[in-house]
Every structure is written in C-alpha cells, then in structure tokens.
C-alpha cells in the first residue's frame, strides 16, 4: 500500500516561507512524477508544481512561479515544496500526490493515483 504523508504546514504571515515535505512508503518514487496541489476555500483543486523523476523538468502554475521550489529525494523517498514570500492567496489545503511513472511532467489530476491526506497552510495579512 502505498501512503503519502504531508508535513510541514501551519500559520505564517505574509512575506513569510513555510517548507512542505512529503514521505511516501509501500513503494518506492523514482520513477514517478510527483505533484504538489491545493485546494483554497470555496475552489477547486489545482496544481501547484510537478517534478518529473528525475527531476529533469519542473513545472508550476503561474501564481507560485519564482516563489516556490519542488524537489525530490529519491533515496529518502521524499517531495518537498520550498515555499517563500507568501501571500494570503496560497492559504489552501496541500496535497502531494504520486503521478505516471517515466512521463513528462504531467499537471492533469486524473493521472495521478495516490495522494496524501493533505495539509493545511494559512497565510495572514
């Protein structure tokens, strides 16, 4: 069975940096891309960053660009999400989730098959 646990999330202020992990057990990673969503009040999910698995190609949605970073462990089987300069808008919930393996780096949700049970990150004005 394969699992994925969020870490990492809580309150900060604007302007603030918050650094999500993400552990994945039952399988190993490396030849998965992997994906960071969120989910905000009242809005559906979307993709925040993806990272295929050998970390060759990084995507992100245009809202985080230059702000957060995504990147991957192989050998400790981890995700994480370097997240500066916050803003009020990035409160959400934060999901990791495992995408295709040996893709590009593909950011629609259907593809993905296993996700975590999110965390929660608040930002304050």
């Known amino acids: 069975q394969v699992q994925l646990v969020e870490s990492g999330g809580g309150l900060v202020q604007a302007g603030g940096s918050l650094r999500l992990s993400c552990a994945v057990s039952?399988?190993?990673?490396?030849?998965?891309?992997m994906g960071w969503f969120r989910q905000a009040p009242g809005k559906e999910r979307e993709p925040v960053a993806v990272?295929?698995?050998?970390?060759?190609?990084?995507v992100y949605a245009d809202s985080v660009k230059g702000r957060f970073t995504i990147s991957r462990n192989n050998a400790n089987n981890t995700v994480s999400l370097q997240m500066t300069r916050l803003k009020p808008e990035d409160t959400a919930i934060y999901y990791c989730?495992?995408?295709?393996?040996?893709?590009?780096?593909?950011?629609?949700?259907?593809?993905?098959?296993?996700w975590g049970q999110g965390i929660q990150v608040t930002v304050s004005s």
């Open positions: 990272i295929t698995h050998n970390a060759d190609s990084l």
């Open positions: 989730a495992r995408g295709p393996a040996w893709s590009s780096a593909a950011q629609t949700q259907r593809l993905y098959d296993y």
């Open positions: 039952g399988r190993s990673i490396s030849t998965y891309v």
